[in-house]
């Protein structure tokens, strides 16, 4: 799901109504692309999500913009699900799923379009994971 940075657009999906319906209900992960960001660069969730940063964040240099977050379900244990590190990107967010079912990778990528540094950056993370 592709915010585009729309303000009014995640207070849409954070305030979701109490209902049938509700993405929380209906969703178990919700990634999102060029989230909305306050002036300090945090994204924003709903009360029902937990919400997934690229670990790299914190060591981008200033300016660099966030354009990837996962949100997990708070139903979702988090014994059963743990975050992938992804260094120098803040457009690829990435998570590890394990249970009976075996592993899981979910990976949530903004592809700029202009280069292809975030599909060698994907393509790198992909082949440590095996």
Request: net charge positive; proline share 4%; charged share 20%.
């Amino acid at each position: 799901m592709n915010l585009h940075k729309l303000k009014t657009a995640t207070r849409d999906l954070i305030n979701e109504p109490e209902n049938a319906n509700a993405l929380s209900k209906t969703h178990d992960f919700v990634c999102i692309q060029e989230p909305w960001t306050d002036r300090v660069g945090n994204a924003r969730k709903g009360l029902r999500w937990h919400i997934i940063y690229p670990l790299s964040r914190l060591s981008m240099e200033s300016g660099v913009l966030l354009r990837s977050i996962i949100l997990i379900n708070r139903k979702i244990s988090s014994n059963v699900w743990r975050q992938i590190d992804i260094p120098g990107t803040n457009d690829i967010t990435a998570i590890l799923l394990t249970g009976p079912f075996g592993k899981l990778g979910i990976f949530n990528i903004y592809n700029d379009g202009k280069h292809s540094i975030t599909l060698t950056i994907l393509r790198h993370a992909m082949d440590a994971l095996r």
